[in-house]
């Protein structure tokens, strides 16, 4: 996920049992244009774990430039999104775009599989839209080609992230194709995890937002597959992954950007405690991370982010 899944947030997930993370989606273009920025998103030298690289393009030759040079980088996979319903990717006909031009799609397909030296793999929607749902043609192409599995989000690219993801066409792709089909959209814990494996019999479930800042997810899923219990994290230990997340963002992208790129996993991470809005607006009121760190450390010692509220008008609501 762009402005997610960076090294730090992959390095945060893995103690929680992640089988492999993913870097942020790259352009095929920038890549192949020797553009920094897009290098700094496939940062996976000296990794630990299987890690995959995704990207993005709608010129076959791009696409497959891209998977030369990405040939010197440490992946266990590279991935092919034929999925992003953003409007910059799709305007220029990357993403999800491709599902509406299967022989375009078809050409960067086989550009990639020609040229890469890791395994490749693709995630896909359902469609379109409603009116041009076609994951069964698409997954039966992907299959002839020789992935060794295929993702499905469960929504169209009309449907963006609206609605619920439909877990019966995840389900017919799996009996549709031979390879693995892993399931993607709306698992956001343990129990919805249980509930997709069970409605979809899927081979294996990708997370996406569901883990924003909720690493723990992967945890949860764990339990699931092992019969145990499902596990709890606690407020303190919530503070100190957000610590260390905060710590390795500000490594990679300094001080000023590294807190604000936490914010958006704090803003999740917390809710539903009493006082969360009041702990999030002091972590938010600063722009130095040594503050927000010793901030965490004094509502982690006391156990309740509700100290120092001073009468807020959200002391004590459960958001």
């Not at 020797?34 to 700094?40: G, L, N, P, R, V």
């Not at 343990?190 to 479930?205: D, F, L, Q």
């Not at 992967?218 to 997340?245: L, N, R, W, Y």
Request: proline residues 5%; contains cysteine.
């Amino acid at each position: 996920m762009s402005g997610v899944t960076d090294r730090p947030f992959r390095d945060i997930c893995r103690p929680f049992g992640v089988d492999i993370g993913f870097c942020e989606f790259a352009s095929a273009s920038g890549l192949m244009f020797d553009s920094k920025a897009t290098w700094q998103l496939v940062d996976t030298d000296g990794e630990s774990g299987r890690v995959g690289i995704q990207i993005f393009g709608s010129d076959p030759e791009h696409m497959a430039t891209a998977a030369r040079l990405l040939s010197k980088k440490h992946m266990d996979v590279l991935d092919i999104n034929f999925g992003c319903p953003a409007k910059k990717v799709v305007k220029k006909c990357g993403g999800s775009a491709l599902l509406a031009d299967l022989p375009l799609l078809e050409k960067i397909l086989y550009a990639v599989i020609d040229s890469s030296e890791a395994p490749v793999t693709a995630k896909i929607r359902t469609g379109w839209d409603e009116d041009s749902v076609n994951y069964k043609e698409v997954g039966l192409l992907l299959q002839e080609a020789g992935l060794p599995w295929v993702t499905m989000h469960g929504r169209t690219k009309a449907q963006k992230y609206q609605g619920k993801a439909n877990w019966d066409r995840i389900a017919e792709l799996v009996e549709t194709l031979d390879i693995p089909v892993i399931g993607n959209g709306d698992v956001v814990d343990g129990a919805s995890y249980r509930k997709m494996t069970e409605h979809t019999g899927c081979h294996g479930v990708m997370i996406g937002r569901g883990a924003i800042g909720h690493p723990w997810i992967f945890q949860q899923m764990k339990a699931v597959d092992d019969g145990g219990p499902d596990p709890k994290i606690s407020f303190s230990e919530m503070c100190e992954v957000t610590i260390q997340h905060i710590l390795g963002e500000v490594e990679l992208r300094g001080p000023k950007t590294g807190c604000y790129v936490v914010r958006k996993h704090i803003a999740k991470c917390f809710k539903g405690y009493p006082g969360a809005a009041h702990l999030r607006r002091r972590l938010f009121s600063t722009e130095e991370s040594q503050e927000m760190i010793a901030i965490l450390n004094e509502v982690a010692a006391a156990g309740d982010p509700r100290i120092n509220v001073d009468d807020q008008p959200d002391q004590g609501v459960v958001e």
